[in-house]
């Protein structure tokens, strides 16, 4: 069988991503019956961190050693990528020694550059285009608070970024509508929305994006890579913040999500992030379980 790669949530059907999603829900259980489940004994993932990272790293390390293998933190300045050995050089040679490699890293060309050059499975941990382990993650935990996400009204408050495209992502993948809301010049990629344009729409207004919707989601102004236009995005975002009457606005069942990290009095004030509808704890939790079930999917059914 041919290697899959997991670089956007794409390269799975929603038939597999649904099988994931009710594996991550399995998995959690096990683990919080204290089951011991160990499918990828004698297996190594290579993680290759080029950004920062806590909940990435922190879970997909844990998560290797939950299924009995084992994770390699590789960052980049302490390996030869850094100092510039060749993206198709380094995939050749890391996937021979090892199982599955997550990347984290700037430009999306470089992980389809590592997949193509890999002969082992190539994750995608966050580039500036995607980010599609986190949404694994999200759709876990909407399913578990609320039941199925099909057929129902997320909204995107802010930057046009990874995340937001992940969404879009998942609107098509998991059946839902996507609502966006962003200044102008922070729009998502508007291939991706066109493509998806049955589904998503963009809406300028904050309120009006977020009128009865299910699900209000956000991330920070300025990603990695972005920290010294954070002055002039807190400008160009100060209608775009989602603070208690943006949530009153919304379904009165509706959740709060947020990939974290959240910078409090900027894209959400600390009322809405720190209240009960907001899911961010669990939603950041399930970063192992769904991952798992990922690495499970992956790394078994590669061999
Ligand atoms: N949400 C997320 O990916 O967090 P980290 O940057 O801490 O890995
Ligand atoms: N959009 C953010 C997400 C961090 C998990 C970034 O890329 O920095």
Known sequence: MSVRHFLTLKDLTSAELQQIM?????????????????????????MIFEKSSTRTR?????????????????????????????????????????????????????????????????????TDDYHPCQLLADMQTYQEHRGSIKGKTVTWVGDGNNMCHSYI???????????????????????????????????RNTMDATENTDLVVTDVWASMGQEEEQKLREKAFADYQVNQAVMDNADQNALFMHCLPAHRGEEVTAEVIDASDSVVWDEAENRLHAQKALLEFLMTTAK
């Open 169 to 203: 992502n998942a609107a098509a993948q998991y059946d839902f509508n996507l609502r966006i809301a962003c200044p102008e010049g922070y729009d998502p990629n508007m291939d991706l929305v066109a493509e998806h344009s049955a589904r998503v729409e963009i809406i």
């Open 58 to 126: 922190i879970s997909f390390e844990s998560g290797m050693t939950q299924l009995g293998g084992h994770a390699l933190f590789l960052s980049s300045n302490d390996t030869q990528l850094g100092r510039g050995e060749p993206i198709e050089d380094s995939a050749r040679v890391i996937s021979s020694m090892v199982d599955g490699i997550m990347i984290r890293t700037f430009g999306h060309d470089i992980v389809e550059t590592f997949a193509q050059h890999s002969s082992v499975p190539i994750i995608n941990a966050l």
């Open 22 to 46: 009710q594996r991550g829900i399995e998995l959690k259980e096990m683990h919080k019956r204290g089951e011991i489940y160990e499918p990828l004994k004698n297996q190594t993932l290579a």
